[in-house]
C-alpha cells in the first residue's frame, strides 16, 4: 500500500474576503475550490492554509510532512515571511517537496526565490484564452486535448521575465493577439516546480475540468522522487583518487 501524499493548498485569502464578486466565485477561497475537486482521489491528504492563518498557514511540522504545496497569492506577496520563504526553499531543492504556483503567484516570494527570476509580465483584461498543448507526451498534459479554451481569462503577455523553462508544457493564445508561456516546468535541485497561468480570482479557470486534470496531472509529477537515499549535501565520498590514476 503505498502512503498517501501530504498536499498543502496555501492561498493568501484575501479577496475571497473582501470582494462580492470573487466571494461569489469561490466562497470558501480558491484554496477550497481545489481542495473539493482533488477529493475523489483517496491518495491525497489535502490541508488548506491562508496567509492570515497562525504561522502564515505553515508551520515547521507541517512544511516537514508536506509532499507537494500549492501557492496562491496576490494582493499582499509582500507580507509573507522571509524565513518560510527560504525554508520552502530549501525543502524543494532537497528533493522532499514538489512546488505549484498558481496565476499571480508568478510575483510571489516563492516563486521568484525558488525560481530565480522577477516573474515579470504584461497583463490586461479578461478575455478569451486559448491554451494550447504543446508537449502531450508530458505527464501534465495526459488527458488534455491539443487545445481547450477558457471563455474569460486575465490577459498574461510575454514576455514573461523567466528563465527558460525545463519543459514548457502549454502556451496560451488570448483573443486580442498575445502569447504566453501558460504551463512551466522547472527543476531546481533535486526539486520540481510548476507554474500555471490560469487561475485570477474574477474568472473560473478552476471550474474548467482540463484545467481541474491538469493540477491533478500536476501533483503527480511534482511529488518528491523516490530517490532510495538522501540526496548529498556535504563533503562527498571520494569514490578515486585522481592522482592514483595517473600513477598507475
Ligand atoms: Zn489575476
Redesign the pocket.
Known amino acids: 500500500m503505498s502512503k498517501k501524499l501530504n498536499i498543502v493548498i496555501w492561498n493568501e485569502f484575501r479577496h475571497e474576503k473582501i470582494d462580492p464578486v470573487v466571494t461569489a466565485l469561490y466562497p470558501n477561497g480558491i484554496h477550497a475550490f481545489i481542495k473539493d475537486f482533488l477529493k475523489e482521489d483517496e491518495n491525497l491528504n489535502v490541508t488548506l492554509a491562508a496567509l492570515d492563518d497562525p504561522d502564515q498557514g505553515i508551520t515547521d511540522e507541517l512544511l516537514e510532512q508536506t509532499d507537494v504545496l500549492f501557492w496562491w497569492g496576490?494582493m499582499a506577496h509582500g507580507e509573507v515571511d522571509d524565513v518560510l520563504v527560504e525554508k520552502i526553499r530549501q525543502r524543494v531543492y532537497a528533493g522532499k517537496m514538489g512546488l505549484i504556483v498558481l496565476?499571480?503567484g508568478h510575483h510571489s516570494k516563492v516563486f521568484k526565490s525558488v525560481v530565480g527570476a522577477t516573474g515579470n509580465l504584461s497583463?490586461g483584461r479578461d478575455q478569451k484564452e486559448v491554451i494550447w498543448n504543446l508537449m502531450p507526451a508530458h505527464p501534465i498534459a495526459a488527458g488534455i486535448p491539443d487545445h481547450f479554451t477558457l471563455e474569460s481569462e486575465?490577459l498574461y503577455a510575454e514576455p514573461f521575465y523567466i528563465p527558460q523553462p525545463d519543459a514548457l508544457v502549454f502556451g496560451g493564445w488570448y483573443e486580442d493577439g498575445f502569447i504566453f508561456r501558460s504551463g512551466c516546468c522547472f527543476l531546481r535541485g533535486a526539486g520540481k516546480i510548476f507554474y500555471l497561468q490560469p487561475g485570477?480570482?474574477y474568472c473560473k479557470a478552476y471550474y474548467n475540468p482540463y484545467i481541474q486534470r491538469i493540477i491533478k496531472n500536476a501533483i503527480q509529477w511534482a511529488k518528491p522522487a523516490d530517490f532510495g537515499y538522501e540526496i548529498p549535501n556535504g563533503a562527498p565520498q571520494i569514490l578515486t583518487k585522481v592522482t592514483d590514476e595517473f600513477n598507475n
Open positions: 496576490h496565476h499571480s497583463w486575465e485570477h480570482e
